[in-house]
């Protein structure tokens, strides 16, 4: 996983460092001079450079903190034993926190997708003339689910393998890679281990993307008409992202190691995007076409993951499952944490 989110970060800076072309366009055509609206302004009373460097690197530090709050809350609750995974709190708890990453997928990282692909900065052919943003998504949701199944199976796989070749107690070696309980079915200790790690590995992935996407185009800009209240919105967006996030991989039982690799990677991403940001200013221009397709793209892969993990690896997960299938007043409150969370990332779209 640490392997796989460094190769993200690396193609990230890869892609989005491309200058700009003055000669052809994203899709390798002759392009003509861009309008007016699609060049980067430095004029107006909110562009100030040295104003917005500060507020950039406030919000790199806060962003950071926030971000290493949420994720490792879930995570060092183990000891409380009212937030134990096991607990209504914790459900209740998870829940909100799941809301909160449906909203993002469909109320932050896919209309921007769209305000991407559709920009007038591209040309009408093909990027006007069909739905590239819903069309990325949808695939990236059957990719999601494809990695999510041949995950499992490959887990399984090496459970069996261990089982045929190791005579030693399934039960002892369960926080172990590649070892599980030996029933059938979903709901056994260790189906439910593999299901754990394979969704926070999947989700921190698409977590990651989104991430430096959006730290990225804070970085770049000078607006501090903008980036004032995306500090804020930012903050409390990757606190409770982070709280999802911990939570399962709270659930997943890794070692410390993982634990603290993950940790790192989902706390860092958004800062080392503003950093990236800043450093790429200079020659960073979001409305390029280059900039616009691969942002837009990106934004389309990481929606169509978001939404896919939000609906069917944590909240049908959840709300299918024994515990709140037998026990309808908590079912009924966990929705009610659900649409809170949700609602309240929503809100947050007015700003970021």
């Not at 995950?151 to 070696?173: F, G, I, M, R, V």
């Amino acid at each position: 996983m640490a392997k796989l989110n460094f190769f993200i970060l690396s193609f990230l800076l890869l892609s989005t460092i491309a200058p700009p072309s003055d000669g052809a366009n994203a899709v390798g055509q002759p392009l003509k001079t861009l309008p007016e609206e699609c060049q980067k302004s430095t004029d107006g009373p909110c562009h100030n450079k040295t104003g917005s460097l500060n507020l950039k690197l406030i919000a790199i530090a806060a962003i950071l903190v926030t971000s290493m709050m949420g994720v490792s809350l879930p995570i060092l609750s183990k000891s409380v034993p009212a937030l134990h995974p096991d607990t209504n709190l914790f459900v209740l708890v998870k829940a909100f926190a799941s809301g909160v990453i449906l909203a993002t997928g469909y109320m932050h990282v896919l209309p921007d997708s769209f305000d991407c692909l559709t920009s007038k900065c591209l040309p009408e052919k093909p990027w006007s003339k069909f739905p590239f943003t819903t069309f990325i998504a949808m695939f990236s949701a059957v990719l999601t689910l494809m990695v999510d199944s041949y995950a499992l199976s490959w887990y399984k796989k090496c459970k069996t393998h261990n089982q045929e070749n190791k005579n030693q107690d399934p039960e002892s070696k369960i926080s172990g890679h590649c070892h599980g309980h030996g029933s059938s079915g979903l709901d056994n200790p260790a189906s439910k281990l593999r299901r754990y790690r394979v969704v926070a590995q999947v989700l921190e992935l698409g977590i990651v993307v989104h991430s430096v996407v959006i730290g990225l185009s804070m970085g770049a800009s000078d607006n501090v008409c903008t980036i004032r209240p995306l500090v804020a919105a930012l903050c409390f967006h990757q606190f409770f992202e982070g709280i999802g996030l911990g939570g399962c991989i709270l659930q997943a039982n890794y070692e410390k190691k993982m634990k603290a690799m993950m940790v790192f990677f989902f706390s860092v991403t958004t800062p080392f995007g503003i950093a990236l940001g800043i450093g790429l200013s200079n020659v960073y221009q979001e409305n390029s076409p280059t900039a616009l397709v691969v942002v837009g793209v990106l934004n389309a892969v990481s929606a169509g993951l978001l939404n896919y993990m939000a609906l069917v690896d944590l909240l049908a997960s959840d709300f299918m499952g024994e515990k709140l299938q037998d026990n309808m007043k908590l079912q009924t409150i966990s929705y009610l944490a659900v649409i809170l969370g949700a609602g309240g990332m929503s809100v947050m779209a007015i700003w970021a």
